[in-house]
């Protein structure tokens, strides 16, 4: 089966909503709320997937949001679409199960069940050991 094939596997494209739809988020330039994202793909779902096939889907434009820092200037946050972010959420489950096994165990950058807390325990971890 092809990437993109596993990519808009249903039982994969639900488990990209059902992480979407928790991580929750604002809308993009649609302006369509997560809220919304199931209706829109039962009704898109079969041209979404054929655009997908064809490689003519394009990704909406992102909506650019700033966010006020402590020292009062703003940095900006970029927002996809609800449907754009559940297609990335998609493609990345995808790429993750056919390359977690590839990474060592001592790699904790973006991935499932690593964060950076756990990279400073373990170099804390070394740095004790007299590494």
Same mark, same amino acid.
Request: overall charge positive.
């Given at each position: 089966?092809?990437?993109?094939?596993?990519?808009?596997?249903?039982?994969?494209?639900?488990?990209?909503?059902?992480?979407? !739809?928790?991580?929750?988020?604002?809308?993009? *330039? +649609? /302006? @369509?709320?997560?809220?919304?994202?199931?209706?829109? =793909?039962? #009704?898109?779902?079969?041209?979404?997937?054929?655009?997908?096939?064809?490689?003519?889907?394009?990704?909406?434009?992102?909506?650019?949001?700033?966010?006020?820092?402590?020292?009062?200037?703003? !940095?900006?946050?970029?927002?996809?679409?609800? *449907? +754009? /972010? @559940?297609?990335?959420?998609?493609?990345?489950?995808? =790429?993750? #199960?056919?390359?977690?096994?590839?990474?060592?165990?001592?790699?904790?950058?973006?991935?499932?069940?690593?964060?950076?807390?756990?990279?400073?325990?373990?170099?804390?971890?070394?740095?004790?050991?007299?590494?």
């Amino acid at each position: 089966m092809e990437l993109i094939e596993q990519v808009i596997n249903r039982h994969n494209m639900m488990r990209a909503l059902q992480q979407v !739809r928790q991580n929750k988020g604002s809308a993009g *330039v +649609d /302006r @369509m709320p997560v809220s919304e994202l199931y209706n829109y =793909l039962t #009704n898109n779902r079969e041209r979404i997937e054929q655009e997908l096939l064809n490689g003519t889907y394009l990704p909406q434009p992102i909506l650019e949001v700033g966010i006020p820092k402590s020292n009062g200037k703003t !940095r900006l946050l970029g927002m996809p679409t609800a *449907v +754009d /972010r @559940m297609l990335q959420q998609a493609v990345g489950q995808v =790429l993750a #199960n056919r390359f977690e096994m590839d990474f060592e165990d001592y790699s904790y950058g973006f991935r499932p069940n690593k964060n950076a807390q756990q990279a400073i325990l373990k170099a804390l971890e070394y740095i004790n050991k007299g590494h």
